[in-house]
């Protein structure tokens, strides 16, 4: 079955780093588009970013743009978020998702357990 493995999150300080990981397992990885999507206590989920199934490709959220990176590895089944300059609106709990194209709102499918990141001083 489909799983979706997050990891990486964790306490940092405004302006600080975090790389998000993504594990995929059950279906052809390549195949799909791939979106981190991401829930703050009290709001309603939020896209972030989308990768083209090859990586030709990439979409972001106006909140990240320019500081966020999506990049992926076909050939290990990951997804990563590379997250610079962090914010205290960022906080919140990232999932990866499969979406069926570039666009916030297109995702779909299971979710994992996601991974939380707190950004506070």
């Known amino acids: 079955q489909v799983q979706l493995v997050e990891s990486g999150g964790g306490l940092v300080q405004p302006g600080g780093s975090l790389r998000l990981s993504c594990k995929a397992s059950?279906?052809?990885?390549?195949?799909?588009?791939m979106t981190w999507v991401r829930r703050a206590p009290g709001k309603e989920g939020e896209w972030v970013s989308t990768i083209q199934n090859r990586g030709q490709t990439t979409a972001y959220a106006d909140s990240v743009k320019g500081r966020f990176t999506i990049a992926r590895d076909n050939a290990e089944n990951m997804l990563y978020l590379q997250m610079s300059n962090l914010k205290p609106e960022d906080t919140a709990v990232y999932f990866c998702?499969?979406?069926?194209?570039?666009?916030?709102?297109?995702?779909?499918?299971?979710w994992g357990q996601g991974t939380q990141v707190t950004v506070s001083s």
């Open positions: 059950g279906f052809t990885f390549s195949n799909f588009f």
């Open positions: 998702r499969r979406s069926i194209g570039l666009e916030a709102g297109q995702d779909f499918g299971s």
